[in-house]
């Protein structure tokens, strides 16, 4: 009688510790902030797409404040000063130290490569709005990304080179993995089109100097010159192309919409005029949703324009919001990676999907070329290739 009574007792003791364990835990869950850890390069070479990145996740959040699911969201950014070593620290820190729930960012190949592995470790979804090699993907199964894959742009480019009379070319391209997918992939599609690559060349990612390879460009007159630099590098290349005196040559300048970022297009001028590239987003997309964010970061940014990392960033942001939505403020790695795998929506660039399958972005690319409007400079789109997904994966 004794006994069961003090088991009984000791049962409801139990029950009720657990009772209050799981309430505590409830309201633990509710009151802990979602954490955000945003990784840049906010100095040296790529500064202007961690401004640029990072600007963008400020407006999403911005126009989406409050509570998320009950949930304040937080956003821890540091400056990985664009060192892939400095990156992996941060990244580590914020994991072990910050207790993030996200990692976001990644300004270049490098930097997204150098934390792949954190991600997979501690299974921490690790969204990639900058970075744009094909493979970067597939270097941890909890990274996602929401910029672009190089290939998307390289294959649109050779498909419309081909088609509008170019047998020619050479291409000058930065010696890391985006140039290279750029190269190899446009290189592909103007073969296969019975064109033909007189040259491959390519610049040293750091201090580059492309005068010589432009002097040599001048030499070899190809009908025309594929170029792909990282963003922040176009305005170096363009110049250097007319200090040369490559605009007189009737050497047509090509590449992706790297070379042509928006954000530098009027510090460029006039050399610029004429220049075809395909890219998924361009400052004058027509659509409402994209008046609408340019017209709001504009002014959240004392008139800088927005330019694709901003619009990678943004989007990014919202992948992530979704996803906390969807899972009713849970984070947790898996729980919210699958939540963010297969969103679809309309982004200021247009149509969007992350490829529940790769977690790689598909878009429309579009060919552009660079005119004066009103005296400013613009890429405006006129052709658009639906729905492309990235070459690189079907390999
Ligand atoms: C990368 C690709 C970086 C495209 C870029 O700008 C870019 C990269 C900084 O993967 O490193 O425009």
Redesign the pocket.
Known sequence: MFKISKRSFTQKLVKTALGVAAFSTLTAFADEPFKIGLILPMTGQ?AS?GKQVEAGVRLYMAQNSGKIAGRNVELIVKDDTGLPDVTKRIAQEMVVNDKVDVLAGF??????LATAPIATQSKTPLVVM????SS?TLASPYIIRT?FA?PQAAVTMGDWAAKNGIKKAVTLVSD???GIDAEKFFRERLLLNGGQIMEAMRVPLRNADFAPFLQKVRDLKPEALFV?????QGTQVMKQFAERGLDKTGIKLIG?G?VT?DDLLNGIGDVSLGMVTSHHYSVTHKSAVNQKFVEAFEKANNKMRPN??AVAGYDGTRVIYEALKATKGKAGGDALLAAMKGQIFESPRGPMFIDAQTRDVVHNMYIRKVEKINGEYFNTEFETIKDVKDPGKTQ
């Open positions: 790529a797409t300004g270049l190949t490098p930097l997204a900058a970075a744009a090699t970067i910029s190089l890391y993995g985006p792909f630099v990282p963003s922040g992706t790297d970022d694709f990392m």
